[in-house]
């Protein structure tokens, strides 16, 4: 058999091999870099988590109270990048309440707290799988609502309170993506809301992207 014939062979199968390499390497790229940057928009659903130490209309009555509900929001944003995102959510944190005994005083409470909230995000693709991080600011109302049952001087006293801040707001997700355009995502984000000793809330959330 012709040396060149020997040599052909293996020449002719190196040659496919780096053909598919390159080929397989071009199709993950591209499905990388899929849908990469426009708008899109989002809705979720969490559970918040809010403690309170002392609420200044209430006295020093409310204290060390934890209470939590759902919550839930509706997003627009913008992807610049694979990198990078705008975005502006209307957040609306439920209604944590709870019942109080404490200092001679009882009743129950209620904090109604929904806002607007503008983030900056920042993403890590991994394949359809994404890491990211954001920080903003919610612009909220916080309602009090505070009832007491105590028998005595208090007795059938109702505070009611509304305020109006702003909130800094920082958080960690990981989501993945599917179909190329449906992203979804775990996500835990704190709150630093002046009314309120700690609030946070985990969420899951569901973006289309265009």
């Known amino acids: 058999m012709p040396a060149s014939i020997c040599l052909s062979r293996p020449l002719a199968s190196t040659a496919a091999i780096l053909a598919f390499a390159v080929g397989g390497a071009g199709t993950a790229q591209a499905q990388e870099n899929a849908n990469p940057e ?15 130490d002392n609420l200044d209309a209430a006295g020093d009555v409310l204290r060390d109270l934890d209470a939590d509900d759902a919550a839930w929001k509706l997003g627009f944003g913008w992807r610049f990048n694979p990198y990078f995102a705008l975005e502006v959510d209307y957040v609306d944190l439920g209604n944590p309440n709870g019942n109080f005994d404490t200092s001679g005083d009882i009743g129950n409470y209620e904090v109604e707290m929904a806002g607007v909230s503008g983030y900056a995000i920042g993403s890590l693709p991994l394949g359809i799988f994404e890491l990211s991080a954001k920080v903003g600011y919610y612009f909220h109302d916080v309602n009090l609502h505070v009832n007491f049952d105590n028998v005595g001087a208090g007795n059938g006293d109702v505070i009611d309170s509304d305020n109006n801040g702003e909130a800094f707001v920082y958080g960690v997700g990981a989501g993945v993506t599917f179909f190329e355009h449906l992203n979804t995502k775990i996500e835990y984000e704190r709150m630093e809301i002046d009314e309120l000793d700690e609030s946070y809330v985990l969420w899951f959330t569901g973006a289309w992207r265009f």
């Open 38 to 52: 426009g708008p899109y928009i989002s809705a979720g659903l969490g559970q918040v988590d809010v403690k309170i």
